[in-house]
């Protein structure tokens, strides 16, 4: 195996522990440490899906859905038959407890959907893709499974515009979060892990350019509270 497969089966083996180990609580840290906003960019996300979408029989796959919030939230929003697709299990189950079979939910890795491709009419990530051990590997896999027209969204944490907001920001997220986070799941690695992977994670124009180079046309970006998250949408060319 090359050395790169190898060392990104490690990272997947790694981020799937972490999350299976914190699945119980990631719900209530999510809201806690958030203060809910995180339930309000899930509803825009959702939105901006239902713009997109031409009929009521349209589908939709959430990637690396997790507990299944955004699934929710896009099946309640748009109407949509929803798919929602991730490696771990102990997520999964949680998510199979929340949505009562209103969404079919499917095993799987990112970087390998288990889907043909064109599959979607919109395919959506959030808080997704920085765990991935490759952007560029999961962009071209959300690319493969929607239909020639279909539309990728990408919610993920970016940077604040705000050049005052952005250091009261970083202190937030790097210090006081990983603490609370701690403290409330008992692992505080997880969340260390989640400001240092948001760090490495590109910032909103370099992930248009990401996007733009998988392909993806008409790509554009909204900030969500102030640049603390991002959604990035882009069309897989006709
Ligand atoms: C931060 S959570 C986000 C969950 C959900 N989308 C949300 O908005 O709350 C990240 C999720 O990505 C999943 N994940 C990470 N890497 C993955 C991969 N390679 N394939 C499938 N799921 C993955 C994790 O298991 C976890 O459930």
Request: hydrophobic share 40%.
């Amino acid at each position: 195996m090359l050395e790169n497969e190898s060392a990104a089966k490690e990272h997947a083996g790694r981020v799937r522990e972490m999350f299976g180990t914190i699945a119980g609580r990631y719900d209530l840290l999510n809201h806690l440490l958030s203060g809910n906003v995180d339930k309000r960019w899930r509803r825009i996300v959702a939105n901006r899906v239902r713009e997109k979408l031409s009929s009521s029989s349209s589908s939709v796959l959430d990637v690396a859905c997790g507990t299944g919030d955004l699934a929710l939230t896009l099946f309640e929003i748009t109407g949509a038959g929803v798919v929602g697709t991730d490696f771990c299990r102990p997520m999964l189950k949680i998510a199979a407890g929340k949505t009562s079979g209103r969404i079919r939910l499917i095993e799987g890795d990112a970087l390998d959907l288990p889907f043909r491709d064109g599959t979607f009419d919109v395919a959506t990530i959030a808080f997704g893709l920085r765990n991935l051990a490759n952007v560029e590997s999961g962009l071209a896999e959300l690319s493969r499974v929607v239909k020639p027209g279909g539309w990728v969204a990408v919610l993920e944490f970016s940077r604040p515009a705000n050049p005052i907001m952005r250091p009261l920001f970083n202190f937030y997220f790097r210090k006081l979060l990983p603490w609370m986070g701690g403290l409330v799941s008992g692992s505080r690695s997880a969340y260390t892990y989640l400001p240092a992977s948001v760090q490495k994670f590109p910032d909103q124009s370099q992930l248009s350019l990401l996007m733009e180079q998988a392909g993806f046309e008409q790509v554009g970006f909204e900030n969500l509270t102030g640049g603390i998250a991002a959604l990035h949408m882009g069309r897989r060319p006709e």
